[in-house]
């Protein structure tokens, strides 16, 4: 199985500053034949499900704020909030779709400092 | 509206059965790989099954294979998860997803989950 570890577990950022989250699969979920990293991440507010903000690693769903980008490649990987607004307080995890069992990351508690 | 819809969550014995169900609405069911995952209370996602799209194709986390079974009725709209020989490590909100369908002949369950239902709560205790 691919293990998925997120780094920090939490963070407390002040609105407007920078948060970054970062996600490291044991081994690589970049496929080749397409180039694509299968890598997801999701955010989730208290009371609610999952919400996807980005899939092959860097590309945004539709209707996320483009405050949040993705990057990384093979095994490590970054998600960003540019300028971290106070909606944005969730936990959020990253997620591989290379091979089952799909998996995901511990999840990080983002909160306003 | 596109939607999923869990329910048939409750509180149920250990060594008991439950049957959860997901109704779609809002997209075209038939068409989409579907997938069950679970979060037990204060805990993170943990993916369980994925069902292809006529239901001939299955895969099971370790943790439940042998004891859930995945199925789907394409003619209601419909996805299910029945779970035999519950444990207390059952107890989590089961969520269903939807896997991406990248284009009409997109026919692979290796994508993100788009769109997720609201959950159905599992408790399984004495």
């Known amino acids: 199985d691919i293990v998925m570890t997120q780094s920090p577990d939490s963070l407390a950022v002040s609105l407007g500053e920078r948060a970054t989250i970062n996600c490291k699969s044991t081994q690589s979920v970049l496929y080749s034949s397409n180039d694509k990293n299968y890598l997801a991440w999701y955010q989730q507010k208290p009371g609610q499900p999952p919400n996807l903000l980005i899939y092959w690693a860097s590309t945004r769903e539709s209707g996320v704020p483009d405050r949040f980008s993705g990057s990384g490649s093979g095994t490590d990987f970054t998600l960003t909030i540019s300028s971290l607004q106070a909606e944005d307080v969730a936990i959020y995890y990253c997620?591989?779709?290379?091979?089952?069992?799909?998996?995901f990351g511990q999840g990080t508690r983002l909160e306003i400092k | 509206e596109v939607q999923m819809v869990e329910s048939g969550g409750g509180l149920v014995q250990p060594g008991g059965s439950l049957r959860l169900s997901c109704a779609a609405s809002g997209f075209t069911f038939r068409s989409y790989w579907m997938h069950w995952v679970r979060q037990a209370p204060g805990k993170g996602l943990v993916w369980v099954s994925r069902?292809?799209?006529?239901?001939?194709?299955?895969n099971y986390a370790d943790s439940v294979k042998g004891r859930f079974t995945i199925s789907r009725d394409n003619a209601n709209n419909m996805l299910y998860l029945q779970m035999n020989s519950l444990r207390a490590e059952d107890t989590a909100m089961y969520y269903c997803a939807r896997n991406r369908l990248l284009s009409g002949d997109d026919n692979s369950g290796y994508r993100d989950f788009d769109l997720w239902g609201r959950g159905t709560l599992v408790t399984v205790s004495s």
């Open positions: 069902l292809n799209r006529d239901g001939s194709s299955t």
């Open positions: 997620q591989q779709y290379y091979s089952t069992p799909f998996t």
